[in-house]
């Protein structure tokens, strides 16, 4: 695919000739300087951005050729998004934040609460934060605050995450648990994981390694990811410790944004 920008006369060749296959199930990042077009690159995948020369084909479908609705569908449902802000609504509670899919799933005009807050629960079981659905964001650390978006973008069991700088507003610490969460769910959900970052030692966890610059992408290769136990916490089932109680740092981080 390529895309370029412009912006009056000035056109920006972001993405010249970029040629790749991501396989079912592999957990890949996108590794590059600020400005080499990751963000871009991961739009036009995730069908946020159709504006872009070539060809994108996922699960044997053209995204060019999908109508509309079929697109926002593939969006909403094939895909699951995880950004750098975590994009909570702080007046919503957690588990209210997590069933927010529900409201924009095709043609639901009446979203059943009941299985929906069902269906939120389960996922942040599955993210480890599953006694903290009443809390509110602001309640949360970083750490956790992003675990809930994870929660949201597993609402509707996608097959793809696009992942973009997913762990840019976490210490180090924090971040190698979303990646080892990231692995768990690319391990036990067979969910294929894609995570943009220009943070080196995040690339160094994924599997495989994409780089783009100077409008290109270029395959790194393989290297053995770290296995998913270590990084993923609490050791605990979900059921049993309260996951506030890792040690995560003080709420001083309030960057809670609506998109
Ligand atoms: P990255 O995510 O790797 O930091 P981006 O994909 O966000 O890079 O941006 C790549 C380049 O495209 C940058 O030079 C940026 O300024 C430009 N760009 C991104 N979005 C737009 C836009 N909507 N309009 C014009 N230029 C853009
Ligand atoms: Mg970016």
Redesign the pocket.
């Known amino acids: 695919m390529r895309k370029a ?3 009056g006369k000035l056109v ?1 060749e ?1 993405l010249r000739d970029v040629e790749f296959e991501i396989g079912d199930g592999e957990f890949v990042s996108i590794i ?12 036009a995948i995730g069908g946020l951005d159709r504006d872009y020369g070539g060809e994108i084909e996922v699960d044997g479908r053209s995204l060019r050729s999908l109508s509309d609705v079929e697109l926002s569908d593939y969006r909403n449902r094939f895909v699951g998004f995880v950004f750098q802000s975590f994009y909570l609504l702080p007046h919503l509670t957690v588990v209210e934040n997590v069933a927010l899919p529900a409201l924009f799933a095709r043609g639901d005009r009446t979203v059943d609460d009941d299985a929906a807050r069902r269906r939120a629960q389960e996922v942040l079981d599955e993210v480890e934060l599953g006694t903290r659905g009443d809390s509110k964001p602001t309640m949360l650390s970083g750490g956790q605050r992003q675990r809930v978006a994870i929660a949201r973008a597993l609402f509707h069991r996608p097959k793809l995450m696009l992942c ?2 997913p762990t840019g507003n976490l210490d180090s610490k924090m971040g190698t648990q979303i990646v080892g969460l990231f692995r768990k769910l690319n391990r036990d959900a067979g969910i294929t994981v894609v995570i ?1 970052t ?1 943070d080196p030692k995040i690339s160094a966890a994924t599997e495989r390694h994409l780089r ?1 610059e100077d409008g290109q992408l270029f395959d790194d290769g393989r290297t053995a990811a770290e296995p998913a136990a270590p990084a993923a916490e609490p050791a605990a089932p979900a059921a049993a410790a309260e996951p506030a109680a890792e040690a995560e740092p003080a709420r001083a981080d309030d960057r809670e944004v609506s998109p």
Do not use: I
Not at 33 to 42: A, F, N
């Open positions: 920008y412009k912006t920006n972001v590059g300087p600020s400005g080499s077009g990751k963000t871009t690159l991961l739009h973009d700088e943009v220009h783009v």
